[in-house]
């Protein structure tokens, strides 16, 4: 069985969030399933980008997902690469 459109859609919306605010999940698996989202793996900053501090970018993407009526709830289960 396969992923809902629904949880495709939200994936989508993660990975590109990530990237909107300057974050390289390339080493990342993000998915959503039944609307709880995981994102595994490692995450650096994006070359030529600035941002002072990663884990707190990474919890505003995180309560970003979560204001999303898609996505219950965000699990974070990632190292920071600096």
Same mark, same amino acid.
């Given at each position: 069985?396969?992923?809902?459109v629904?949880?495709l859609?939200?994936?989508? #919306?993660?990975?590109?969030? #990530?990237a909107?605010? =300057?974050?390289?999940?390339?080493?990342?698996?993000?998915?959503?399933?039944? =609307?709880?989202?995981?994102?595994?793996?490692? *995450?650096?900053?994006?070359? =030529?980008? *600035?941002?002072?501090?990663? !884990?707190? !970018?990474?919890e505003?993407?995180?309560?970003?997902?979560?204001?999303?009526? !898609?996505i219950?709830?965000?699990?974070?289960? *990632?190292?920071?690469r600096?």
């Amino acid at each position: 069985m396969g992923m809902s459109v629904e949880d495709l859609r939200a994936s989508k #919306f993660a990975r590109s969030l #990530f990237a909107k605010r =300057g974050l390289d999940v390339t080493r990342c698996d993000i998915r959503v399933n039944h =609307g709880v989202c995981y994102i595994r793996g490692q *995450v650096q900053r994006m070359s =030529g980008i *600035v941002i002072n501090d990663l !884990e707190a !970018e990474l919890e505003n993407c995180a309560k970003v997902l979560r204001g999303r009526s !898609e996505i219950k709830d965000v699990v974070l289960d *990632v190292a920071i690469r600096r």
